[in-house]
């Protein structure tokens, strides 16, 4: 296991968000479009995470994503060779081996180098020499460099995996994170709203669950968020814990089986008159 640098700080915190989920492997497999064996190897150090894994993680875990984004940034530069130092060279025969894979031998000499390659290196040595050249450079790397296309993650294309545990009136008053309506690539944002104190509400569609959900940032503990559909009978209610501070939240889920019209969000801020009420739309 990779210990003391960005690779192992990221792979480190990557469990401690998923055990706070307390998903098993197979069931964070079925609420994002990563496998069950491909999450073994992310958390586990043995292959690189795509960026995308990063941020399914985060949006089951309720986890805003920055934090663990910039980590990820600085390890993608040890794992691409990016974060060795300008002028390096591949050691001397018989010297000390480099910690990034040198181009392939049957490149053309007066042609282009090759790319490093990227290659996940489990042993400690090699991938700490990498992750301490990315230590050195890679706040430099992250502030100089403009926007850059994703990579693709090492080996073949996964194919998504979609099995929600529920779908329109069975979704109605289940947490769209449990019933996995809520992974990557399934939900859209409808309407987005600001309101006092930093509060800030979206409003999810999740069309694989046909199932709508309100999802809410920056609240203080006693506030109170309400959601209401057409036909509905009672609004689904989420009233904001101490313990919960900090992080996403959501109400409990309202079928939408004719998508997200009508679907309308209340906050009734903590302590407040009835008259402080804000709804959107």
């Given at each position: 296991?990779?210990?003391?640098?960005?690779?192992?700080?990221?792979?480190?915190?990557?469990?401690?968000l998923?055990?706070?989920?307390?998903?098993?492997?197979?069931?964070?497999?079925?609420?994002?479009?990563?496998?069950?064996?491909?999450?073994?190897?992310?958390?586990?150090?043995?292959?690189?995470?795509?960026?995308?894994?990063?941020?399914?993680?985060?949006?089951?875990?309720?986890?805003?994503?920055?934090?663990?984004?910039?980590?990820?940034?600085?390890?993608?530069?040890?794992?691409?060779?990016?974060?060795?130092?300008?002028?390096?060279?591949?050691?001397?025969?018989?010297?000390?081996?480099?910690?990034?894979?040198?181009?392939?031998?049957s490149?053309?000499?007066?042609?282009?180098?090759?790319?490093?390659?990227?290659?996940?290196?489990?042993?400690?040595?090699?991938?700490?020499?990498?992750?301490?050249?990315?230590?050195a450079?890679?706040?430099?790397?992250?502030?100089?460099?403009?926007?850059?296309?994703?990579?693709?993650?090492?080996?073949?294309?996964?194919?998504?995996?979609?099995?929600?545990?529920?779908?329109?009136?069975?979704c109605?008053?289940?947490?769209?994170?449990?019933?996995?309506?809520?992974?990557?690539?399934?939900?859209?944002?409808?309407?987005?709203?600001?309101?006092?104190?930093?509060?800030?509400?979206?409003?999810?569609?999740?069309?694989?669950?046909?199932?709508?959900?309100?999802?809410?940032?920056?609240?203080?503990?006693?506030?109170?968020?309400?959601?209401?559909?057409?036909?509905?009978?009672?609004?689904?209610?989420?009233?904001?814990?101490?313990?919960?501070?900090?992080?996403?939240?959501?109400t409990?889920?309202?079928?939408?089986?004719?998508?997200?019209?009508?679907?309308?969000?209340?906050?009734?801020?903590?302590?407040?008159?009835?008259?402080?009420?804000?709804?959107?739309?």
């Amino acid at each position: 296991m990779i210990t003391d640098t960005e690779c192992g700080q990221l792979a480190a915190e990557l469990r401690r968000l998923r055990e706070r989920t307390g998903l098993s492997l197979a069931a964070l497999a079925r609420r994002t479009p990563y496998s069950k064996s491909s999450w073994e190897r992310y958390l586990n150090g043995k292959q690189p995470p795509p960026r995308k894994a990063v941020e399914a993680l985060c949006a089951v875990a309720h986890e805003p994503p920055a934090r663990l984004l910039a980590l990820w940034e600085l390890a993608d530069s040890a794992w691409s060779g990016r974060a060795r130092p300008a002028g390096s060279a591949p050691a001397a025969p018989g010297g000390p081996a480099p910690a990034v894979a040198a181009p392939a031998a049957s490149a053309a000499v007066d042609g282009p180098p090759a790319p490093p390659a990227r290659r996940w290196r489990p042993a400690a040595a090699a991938a700490g020499a990498v992750c301490a050249a990315a230590l050195a450079a890679g706040a430099a790397l992250l502030a100089l460099r403009g926007p850059e296309p994703e990579r693709a993650a090492a080996g073949p294309e996964e194919k998504p995996i979609r099995n929600p545990g529920c779908a329109a009136e069975s979704c109605t008053g289940q947490d769209p994170t449990r019933m996995g309506c809520g992974g990557a690539g399934m939900v859209d944002t409808v309407l987005a709203a600001d309101a006092a104190g930093g509060r800030h509400l979206e409003l999810r569609h999740g069309g694989m669950c046909r199932a709508v959900w309100v999802r809410a940032s920056g609240l203080a503990a006693g506030d109170r968020v309400e959601l209401s559909v057409p036909g509905g009978a009672q609004p689904q209610v989420l009233l904001m814990s101490e313990g919960a501070l900090g992080t996403y939240v959501s109400t409990p889920m309202a079928a939408a089986a004719k998508g997200p019209a009508g679907a309308r969000m209340c906050l009734l801020p903590a302590g407040a008159a009835e008259a402080a009420r804000v709804c959107f739309p």
